[in-house]
């Protein structure tokens, strides 16, 4: 990195988390606090929802995802914008209307308070993991790439986090993401034009688009009804809706952004401002993961994008075996060159048959690219087991770093923690209100002073920032990062958000019954994902529905056996 990207990167960080402290001091009420003076205008709670899930993890994990699998992912998302719809007609006006300050305070009203606290801990558990990951994630990819050392980051990046959040409550979070969106999508967008900038001169977007979907890059869509298959549009119409409607309509970190609008209608066009946006958002970081596949087309790659694994093998005994897979990768990478060269010209010929022939030995020639960064993968776990050889997390970062100008890179790095800022300011201003509110106030401590709550949701909030970079400190890769924090969800959303369906829709359900059906729901579902009964996807939808089965059932026991003793 050059002095002109070190300038533009912590100009930047610093500027976002000063503004950030400045703008939102002095907050005295609970209401300030917690839901920013219920003030916020619909773009802003747009803008801090998109914000709020997009984290360094997308940036960082969605175009090697792209990379390696192509455009499939997007149908994760298919099923938000549906959810967006039932979360403003449902969701919104029963949250506004009742005045909740937390999501889990309406399950005290329609329940009782053992249910409430319950549902805490649940949200308490899977987004104080996901928020020491979205530390995490950024933290270990930049230690491994530019050599800074893992904890200082972890800590650095907490760090900033914490002071502007637990200084300003929601709304330093809400103001300070208007900033970081802003950022993050500069960024990208000169990553796109950049790239295109960078193919042969004879290579058009057009062009490079029929090239990746010659090696199979451009999939969207998969209507396999298989249930282990992790993407189709179905696991995206059905679990991904179940969980983009347990995400934003249950979770706090969520629900927190748009309860500080202005009015119903203002929340209301907030989240269908991010339905309308998200997909296309996904689609267009997903495109430059697969403009990054087609750059490497015409340039050289690393067999493993991980320096790491790299650094591993060269003071391994695998060394040089290593080394001939490598020849081998480069032998590839230069009959791949060839073959573009001969598909784009049938392409400017119009020869079908000679488009059909050169498509199959791209295919062809890929699997075999495969194939030989699978067998460095086994050498690189022989030589240093610890070692993460999953290098999807790695192929944007390194892009970044080998190929982008002076600026640009420091603008990137600026994006990458900015948006690690960003989801991770949301978590821990979630946790800290949770905390404070259904658990300290409710459990502990009632009807004390309003400084008193704004006070503990400070501490608290520092509480969690600490503990998330703790767990930052301590996690390791797993696969894929953006596909790690979405199984988290996954395994606890289903859950939760059938406790609020049951809340809203199925009257004669009481606490007792919810509260035992819950418990039961969550060991069920961690078995199932344990033993792998089904993609992650899916246990949303599953875990949902065994809920409210469980709790009509107990229910109707309850009353069937109260019937009994009456007669």
Same mark, same amino acid.
């Given at each position: 990195?050059?002095?002109?990207?070190?300038?533009?990167?912590?100009?930047?960080?610093?500027?976002?988390?000063?503004?950030?402290?400045?703008?939102?001091?002095g907050?005295?009420?609970v209401?300030?606090?917690?839901?920013?003076?219920?003030?916020?205008?619909?773009?802003t709670?747009?803008?801090?929802?998109?914000?709020t899930?997009?984290s &360094?993890?997308?940036?960082l994990s969605t175009?090697?995802?792209?990379?390696?699998? /192509?455009?499939?992912?997007v149908?994760?998302?298919?099923?938000?914008?549906?959810?967006?719809?039932?979360?403003?007609?449902?969701?919104?006006?029963i949250?506004?209307?009742?005045k909740?300050?937390?999501a889990?305070?309406?399950?005290?009203?329609?329940?009782d308070?053992?249910?409430?606290?319950?549902?805490?801990i649940?949200?308490?558990?899977?987004?104080?993991?996901?928020a020491g990951?979205?530390?995490?994630?950024?933290?270990?990819?930049?230690?491994?790439?530019?050599? =800074?050392?893992l904890?200082?980051?972890?800590?650095?990046?907490?760090?900033?986090?914490?002071?502007?959040?637990?200084?300003?409550?929601?709304?330093?979070?809400?103001?300070?993401?208007?900033?970081?969106m802003?950022?993050?999508?500069?960024?990208?967008?000169?990553?796109?034009?950049f790239?295109?900038?960078?193919?042969?001169?004879?290579?058009?977007?057009?062009?490079?688009?029929?090239i990746?979907g010659?090696?199979?890059?451009?999939?969207?869509l998969?209507?396999?009804?298989?249930? %282990?298959?992790?993407y189709?549009?179905?696991?995206?119409?059905?679990? /991904?809706f179940?969980? &983009?409607l347990?995400?934003f309509?249950?979770?706090?970190?969520?629900?927190?952004?748009y309860?500080s609008?202005?009015?119903?209608r203002?929340s209301?066009?907030?989240?269908?401002?991010?339905?309308?946006?998200?997909?296309p958002?996904?689609?267009?970081?997903?495109l430059?993961g697969?403009?990054?596949?087609?750059?490497?087309?015409?340039?050289?790659?690393?067999?493993?994008?991980?320096?790491a694994?790299?650094?591993?093998?060269?003071?391994?005994?695998?060394?040089?075996d290593f080394?001939?897979?490598?020849?081998?990768h480069? &032998?590839?990478?230069?009959?791949?060159? #060839?073959v573009?060269?001969?598909?784009?010209?049938?392409?400017?010929l119009?020869?079908?048959?000679?488009?059909?022939q050169?498509?199959?030995?791209?295919?062809?020639?890929?699997?075999k690219?495969?194939?030989?960064?699978q067998a460095?993968?086994?050498?690189?776990e022989? &030589?240093?087991?610890?070692?993460?050889t999953?290098?999807?997390d790695?192929?944007?970062i390194?892009?970044?770093l080998?190929?982008?100008? %002076?600026?640009l890179i420091?603008?990137?790095?600026?994006?990458?923690?900015?948006a690690?800022?960003s989801?991770?300011?949301?978590?821990?201003?979630?946790?800290?209100?949770?905390?404070?509110?259904?658990?300290? %106030?409710?459990?502990?401590?009632?009807?004390l002073?309003?400084?008193?709550?704004?006070?503990?949701? %400070?501490?608290?909030?520092?509480?969690?920032?600490?503990?998330?970079?703790?767990?930052?400190?301590?996690?390791?890769?797993?696969?894929?990062?953006?596909?790690?924090?979405?199984?988290?969800g996954?395994?606890?959303?289903?859950?939760?958000?059938?406790?609020?369906?049951?809340a809203?829709?199925?009257?004669?359900v009481?606490?007792n019954?919810?509260?035992?059906?819950?418990?039961?729901?969550?060991?069920?579902?961690?078995?199932? =994902?344990?033993?792998?009964? #089904?993609?992650y996807? =899916?246990?949303?939808?599953?875990?949902?529905?065994?809920v409210?089965?469980?709790?009509?059932?107990?229910?109707?026991?309850d009353?069937?056996?109260?019937?009994?003793?009456?007669?």
């Open positions: 990195m050059e002095t002109l990207d070190w300038i533009i990167l912590q100009v930047t960080l610093v500027s976002i988390v000063v503004y950030g402290v400045w703008k939102t001091r907050s005295k009420s209401d300030d606090y917690v839901l920013g003076g219920n003030d916020a205008k619909w773009w709670i747009g803008l801090s929802v998109m914000a899930q997009a &360094a993890i997308t940036f175009p090697g995802q792209a990379f390696h699998d /192509g455009m499939g992912f149908q994760f998302y298919f099923g938000l914008p549906l959810a967006m719809i039932v979360i403003c007609m449902v969701f919104i006006p949250y506004k209307n009742l909740v300050f937390t889990y305070e309406l399950l005290e009203k329609r329940f308070l053992k249910t409430r606290t319950l549902t805490a649940l949200f308490l558990i899977q987004r104080g993991l996901a990951i979205t530390i995490f994630a950024p933290s270990i990819i930049l230690s491994a790439v530019l050599g =800074w050392d904890r200082t980051l972890n800590i650095i990046i907490g760090v900033l986090v914490i002071i502007y959040t637990v200084s300003g409550g929601t709304k330093a979070v809400s103001v300070t993401q208007k900033q970081q802003f950022v993050i999508l500069l960024g990208m967008f000169f990553t796109f034009f790239i295109l900038g960078s193919l042969p001169s004879d290579i058009s977007f057009s062009e490079a688009l029929k990746a010659a090696n199979e890059k451009l999939n969207i998969n209507f396999d009804f298989d249930t %282990k298959n992790r189709t549009f179905w696991s995206g119409i059905t679990g /991904g179940f969980l &983009a347990s995400y309509g249950t979770d706090q970190s969520q629900v927190q952004r309860l609008g202005k009015s119903i203002e209301q066009l907030g989240l269908i401002f991010n339905g309308l946006l998200k997909i958002l996904q689609f267009f970081i997903l430059v697969v403009m990054v596949f087609v750059f490497y087309q015409y340039n050289s790659s690393p067999i493993n994008f991980n320096p694994a790299t650094e591993a093998i060269e003071n391994s005994e695998f060394k040089e080394v001939i897979l490598e020849n081998e480069n &032998a590839i990478l230069r009959e791949k060159r #060839m573009k060269n001969d598909f784009s010209t049938a392409l400017n119009k020869d079908y048959d000679a488009i059909e050169a498509r199959l030995e791209m295919v062809s020639l890929n699997e690219e495969e194939q030989n960064r460095a993968r086994v050498l690189i022989k &030589a240093d087991p610890v070692i993460e999953n290098d999807k790695y192929v944007f390194h892009f970044i080998n190929n982008l100008p %002076k600026g420091g603008l990137l790095l600026a994006v990458i923690l900015s690690a800022m989801s991770t300011a949301s978590e821990l201003n979630a946790l800290g209100t949770i905390t404070a509110l259904d658990l300290y %106030k409710r459990n502990v401590k009632k009807d002073t309003q400084k008193h709550y704004v006070n503990a949701s %400070k501490a608290f909030t520092l509480l969690w920032g600490i503990i998330a970079i703790l767990i930052a400190c301590v996690a390791n890769l797993f696969d894929n990062l953006i596909q790690l924090v979405n199984i988290i996954s395994i606890f959303y289903g859950n939760v958000l059938g406790i609020f369906l049951l809203f829709f199925i009257k004669f009481k606490g019954a919810v509260f035992i059906a819950a418990i039961f729901t969550q060991v069920i579902v961690i078995i199932g =994902w344990y033993q792998d009964w #089904m993609s996807l =899916w246990l949303n939808a599953f875990g949902c529905s065994l409210i089965l469980i709790a009509i059932l107990i229910e109707g026991f009353r069937m056996m109260k019937g009994v003793q009456e007669n």
